[in-house]
């Protein structure tokens, strides 16, 4: 639909999964340990901060095209954290793992005219997102829940738009059930609506699964997105498909006065490994 001249929209970055001190996840090239020592980002790392990077310029870009600011949204896992015996940190070290959460989010927080955190994984945050809560409230722009810095769900009604943003969302890990998984999504939250009496949501979003799907407008209006991620293939993952390739990127949403929005899905795609080239 044709916007007015002077109708400006509200743009939303949204991105999840960071898993900020993970040895396979976001980390500037190079980051000062707490005893004096460096870490140093590997290839794949390094190829994941180019990406983020450029994630964050479109975003500020989208924003200066519009004449306006935004605003951005964590889905949850910002951080690792300590868990399941894992050796494929930077640190066990929860401090130092934080100072590299807030220097991964500062390209596109810096700029942000408001920030939102969504809870994410107490294996990975803490029980009741102790280490989201800290990383949240040393950002000025965070909007609060309460006393909260953190919550578990966002609905919000973005100039007409209603999104629901939650992190965990139970989404299918292989191919052929990814849309079935986000079409259950859908069917579910136009039940719910019905059944509480509340307005249905036009978007839906949830992450955790490091894997993209879109139910599309196939819902009556209700369109449910699983998001991309920030964070490569583990060894858990590895143990479970060999050779799979993560899903990387984020959202930008730009929603006009009325409802309508805009939606560009910013993902990268690593290369595959090549095979290893044997002759006699």
């Known amino acids: 639909m044709p916007q007015k001249k002077n109708d400006k929209p509200i743009i939303l970055a949204i991105s999840s999964d960071h898993h900020a001190g993970s040895t396979v996840g976001l980390c500037p090239p190079v980051f000062n340990l707490d005893d004096g020592g460096t870490y140093k980002a590997s290839a794949a790392q390094r190829w994941l901060w180019r990406c983020w990077l450029e994630f964050a310029q479109n975003v500020q870009d989208t924003a200066k095209r519009h004449g306006t600011g935004y605003t951005a949204i964590l889905n949850g896992d910002v951080i690792e954290g300590n868990h399941h015996h894992t050796v494929q940190v930077v640190s066990n070290n929860e401090t130092t793992q934080m100072r590299i ?52 769900h966002l609905p919000l009604d973005v100039n007409g738009t209603i999104f629901d943003i939650g992190h965990h969302g139970a989404i299918g ?100 490994t090549a095979p290893e080239r044997m002759r006699s």
């Open 101 to 152: 959460a807030e220097a991964v989010l500062s390209p596109l927080l810096e700029d942000a005219d408001a920030a939102y955190f969504v809870r994410g994984t107490p294996a990975h945050v803490g029980q009741q997102a102790r280490l989201e809560e800290r990383i949240a409230e040393n950002w000025t722009n965070t909007v609060q829940d309460g006393d909260n810095y953190t919550r578990w």
């Open 173 to 272: 890990r292989l191919p052929w059930t990814r849309a079935n998984s986000v079409n259950r999504i859908a069917a579910q939250t136009i039940v719910g609506a019905h059944q509480s009496g509340a307005k249905c949501p036009n978007v839906v979003l949830r992450a955790h699964w490091h894997q993209y799907a879109d139910s599309g407008p196939n819902f009556n209006g209700v369109r449910v997105i699983a998001m991309p991620a920030w964070q490569l293939v583990t060894g858990y993952v590895n143990k479970l498909q060999p050779g799979a390739l993560a899903d990387i990127g984020g959202l930008i949403f730009t929603c006009w006065p009325g409802g309508t929005y805009d939606l560009e899905v910013v993902r990268f795609r690593p290369k595959p």
